[in-house]
């Protein structure tokens, strides 16, 4: 199928392009120095075999590092005149615009299968339960996508890197926080808000329990983000 070539000739690209500068390595050394002492010392304090710490605050990196992982993905194209050139292609805006966020989400997958090493680490040391940790991977994996397609949103706001990524930023920490205000709002509110949290949605998946509910709601989200990134590149278009 022509276009899911297309898109994959994209994504190939765009995920090369990755590790062919040294930006990657800076990102995922700085990602897993972090992560590491998160999963650490909580590891060690507690003395018990848990992976807690370790979920608990990647979510909160994720605030950070997503943004400054999509603030070049269209930014820089506008800028520098490349996406005229790649949308004069026989390519469709919806084709650059899920090569862009496949290849970032398997940079973000890389990112994450090397920290494996810490759930065998655990087990070795004590008895670990496996459900809430293929959970806890499975949900940042989701978590990973939403902020990865909320971020490549705000990359096709902008042609300044930097803008883009204050603009992910705060998106990605507003959907993290907002759930966090309930006791501020009304009970009905206090409901909607708490659905559109995503790190209430990761928690439930984090816990080893599955519920459709939950991936319905990840996959919502970037199907929203990515369609307002395609409308803000026809804008730029037009």
């Known amino acids: 199928m022509i276009f899911v070539r297309r898109t994959l000739s994209i994504a190939k690209r765009e995920f090369q392009s990755y590790f062919n500068s040294p930006i990657a390595y800076i ?74 966020f496949l290849a970032a989400l398997g940079f973000i997958a890389v990112a994450l299968a090397i920290t494996i090493p810490y759930p065998i680490s655990v087990d070795m040391i004590g008895a670990l339960d496996w459900g809430p940790v293929i959970g806890g991977y499975l949900g940042l ?14 990359s096709s706001l902008t042609e300044n890197q930097i803008v883009a990524f204050i603009i992910g930023v705060t998106f990605c920490f507003t959907l993290y926080m907002v759930d966090k205000v309930l006791f501020f709002l009304p009970e009905q509110l206090g409901a909607i808000f708490q659905y559109l949290s995503v790190d209430y949605h990761f928690r439930n998946i984090a816990r080893g329990v599955i519920d459709t509910r939950d991936i319905i709601f990840y996959f919502g989200l970037m199907i929203v983000a990515l369609f307002l990134t395609m409308e803000s590149l026809k804008r730029r278009h037009a």
Do not use: H, N, Q
């Not at 507690?46 to 590092?65: D, Y």
């Not at 994996?141 to 705000?154: E, H, K, T, Y």
């Open 141 to 154: 994996l989701l978590l990973a996508g939403a902020f990865l397609a909320v971020g490549l949103f705000a």
């Open 27 to 100: 990102v995922i050394g700085v990602f897993l120095l972090l992560s590491g002492w998160f999963f650490f010392t909580p590891l060690f304090l507690a003395g018990r075999s848990t992976l807690r710490g370790f979920f608990s605050f990647t979510p909160v990196l994720f605030i950070m590092f997503i943004p400054a992982i999509t603030m070049r993905l269209l930014a820089e194209e506008v800028k520098t005149g490349t996406l005229e050139w790649l949308t004069s292609m026989p390519l469709r805006d919806l084709e650059v615009v899920l090569g862009k």
